[in-house]
């Protein structure tokens, strides 16, 4: 079982900037890749943000050039720096971590962490 756990998040202004961190403990598994989603109020659940254990990451179209997604592997641990927040990106913060599990792979998902953003 891998339990991943989200903290970072809070109240910020329109334009302002926050950091999510967010730490998996494989308990012995290998983990693959590392996810950020969200969920807006009355919307679905969307990705944000990905990584590879090589670094290589990928965004969302609405993210792009504005929220940056790292990883310390020795540790499992990912963030995701938002700037220039707007207020469309207010939202629960879900971090994943994938592992390979009989050639399938299964991803956790922590309880989230609320971002808020203010006009």
């Known amino acids: 079982q891998v339990r991943v756990v989200e903290s970072g998040g809070g109240l910020v202004q329109s334009g302002g900037s926050l950091r999510l961190s967010c730490a998996a403990s494989?308990?012995?598994?290998?983990?693959?890749?590392m996810a950020w989603q969200r969920q807006a109020p009355g919307r679905q659940r969307e990705f944000v943000a990905d990584?590879?254990?090589?670094?290589?990451?990928n965004y969302a179209e609405s993210v792009r050039g504005r929220f940056t997604i790292s990883r310390d592997s020795a540790v499992d641990t990912i963030y995701l720096q938002m700037n220039s927040l707007e207020v469309e990106d207010t939202g629960v913060y879900f971090c994943?971590?994938?592992?390979?599990?009989?050639?399938?792979?299964?991803?956790?998902w922590g309880q989230g962490t609320r971002v808020t953003v203010s006009s």
């Open positions: 994943g971590a994938t592992r390979i599990s009989g050639r399938m792979p299964v991803t956790s």
């Open positions: 990584i590879t254990t090589a670094g290589a990451a």
């Open positions: 494989a308990d012995g598994f290998e983990i693959t890749s």
